[in-house]
């Protein structure tokens, strides 16, 4: 199975703070890779998809790159509606798998 | 606009049974897969499995932490997939997600849980 490790696990940012959070996988997944965005209490919701595409209506300040087996999620500009929990998957083998998850947290 | 919505969830015993619904609607279900992903209390997601249609029939995939324990099946003509839980156990304990697409997971089920505990 191919493991999804992301790091760091918790980032303390303020508004209109640049971020980024690394995701790599165990071994080579192309691009098939996407991201996601979870609030507390809430359904996680889609970010993008094949490394880089985002998906509709999400904001233009979500950008990510990679390919391989590394992978960023850049948000630029913090906006308090982006404190949340952020995790990546790989849907080139199954079991697809997600990461661990990093929490963005207010500083 | 896509909807689904996930029920059956509840406390259950160790060793015993549940199966879940999803009921969809807003888009062709016999085209699509349906997947679904699990998340314990304060961890994070965890893939369960899919359901997706393939041109000889129906094929499913699970996650080796459900597989020969889990089921996921799907009635096209009432657009409900399902998941069948048997021989749970405590570690079992999430919400359950179902969630249209295979890959690229854009539209979510607002969940239900289960619990499994004695």
């Known amino acids: 199975d191919i493991q999804m490790t992301q790091s760091p696990s918790t980032l303390s940012a303020s508004v209109r703070d640049r971020v980024t959070i690394t995701c790599r996988a165990s071994q080579n997944i192309s691009d098939s890779v996407a991201w996601y965005q979870q609030k507390p209490g809430k359904t996680p919701q889609f970010l993008m998809y094949?490394?880089?595409t985002l998906g509709r209506e999400v904001p233009s300040r979500f950008s990510g790159s990679g390919s391989g087996t590394q992978f960023t999620l850049t948000i630029s500009g913090l906006q308090p509606d982006d404190f949340a929990t952020y995790y990546c998957?790989?849907?080139?083998?199954?079991?697809?798998?997600f990461g661990p998850g990093t929490k963005v947290d207010i500083k | 606009e896509v909807q689904l919505v996930e029920s059956g969830g509840g406390l259950v015993e160790p060793g015993r049974s549940r199966r879940l619904s999803c009921l969809t609607s807003g888009f062709a279900f016999g085209d699509f897969t349906l997947t679904w992903i699990r998340q314990a209390p304060g961890k994070g997601l965890e893939w369960v499995g899919f359901?997706?249609?393939?041109?000889?029939?129906?094929?499913?995939k699970y996650a080796p932490s459900v597989e020969g324990r889990f089921i996921i099946s799907r009635d096209d003509s009432k657009s409900i997939v399902y998941l069948q839980m048997n021989s749970l156990r405590t570690d079992d304990t999430a919400v359950y997600y179902c969630?249209?697409?295979?890959?690229?997971?854009?539209?979510w089920g607002q969940g239900t849980q289960v619990t499994v505990s004695s």
């Open positions: 094949k490394a880089s």
């Open positions: 969630v249209l697409g295979l890959g690229i997971l854009a539209n």
């Open positions: 359901s997706t249609m393939k041109p000889d029939g129906v094929s499913t």
């Open positions: 998957q790989q849907y080139k083998n199954v079991p697809f798998t």
